[in-house]
């Protein structure tokens, strides 16, 4: 199995401004992520930007690097114009790293890649796993997803779903085992669904969670889903993620 990890990468960023090229340790977070990704099996490594200082960071660090649009509304049409300028054949699987994630583990990257690769039919594979506290499930900055017998996503939500209507009614609302998961933003996409992707327009869905995964459900797409194989630190979102990341490398923990 072959495949491509592209890291999309914003400057902007309404919470942390300049977020990939924050420090961590003397790097960049663009750049923790890039050499993670690179202890994957992924042929190739690239960082999609449309910023000039994240470009230069990443040549500057001998990252490879493409310059792309600042007119993209989501990561996923980011990617369609690497595919597109990459030259990919339609079977290339392409998988898709947040430049949030700087402890995002290897063999996560290869499992996601190795589930689109398995035949399943799936368009689009990601991961996910169990969620265990009750503030998770009705944090609506937690994604949560529903997914059917066959392991494909029946629904990605900001709400909490499953909604237990006998157990919330309670004063001590309790969670079961394997019943709510929250999703993991990686993808593993064939270009073929990535070009399919961008002549779509916005769904209803997706405009009202701002879940651009929903615009793929709402195309038929499938989507396949699996529980992470390893547990997975949590990126960068805010300034406090962003001193915990650095805590939790400045402390030792191997990345």
Known sequence: MK?????????????L????????????????????????SAAQVLVATDDQRIFEAVTSFGGQALMTSCHHESG??????????????????VVNVQGDEPLIPPAVIDQVA???????EADVATLCE???????????????????????????????????????????????????WRHIGIYAYR?????????????????????????????GGKIAVAETCQPIPGGVDTPEDLERV?????GGASE
């Open 3 to 15: 495949f491509s990890v592209v890291i999309p990468a914003r400057f902007a960023s309404t919470r």
């Open 17 to 40: 401004p300049g977020k990939p090229l924050q420090d961590i340790a003397g790097q960049p977070m663009v750049q923790h992520v890039y050499q993670q990704a690179l202890k994957s």
């Open 76 to 93: 996923t049409d980011r990617l369609q114009e690497v595919a597109a300028s990459m030259g990919w054949d339609d079977d290339h699987i």
């Open 114 to 120: 190795q589930l689109i690769n398995d035949g399943n």
């Open 130 to 180: 169990a969620i265990t506290s009750f503030e998770d499930v009705t944090n609506p900055a937690v994604v949560k997803v529903v997914a059917d017998a066959h392991q494909r996503a029946l629904y990605f939500s900001r709400a909490a779903i499953p909604w237990d209507r006998d157990s919330f009614a309670s004063e001590n609302p309790q969670l079961s085992a394997n019943q709510y």
């Open 191 to 219: 270009v073929s669904t990535l070009h399919a992707f961008v002549t779509w327009p916005v769904a209803a869905l997706e405009s009202i969670e701002k879940l651009e995964q929903l615009r793929v459900l709402a195309n």
């Open 246 to 250: 650095r805590a939790y490398i400045a």
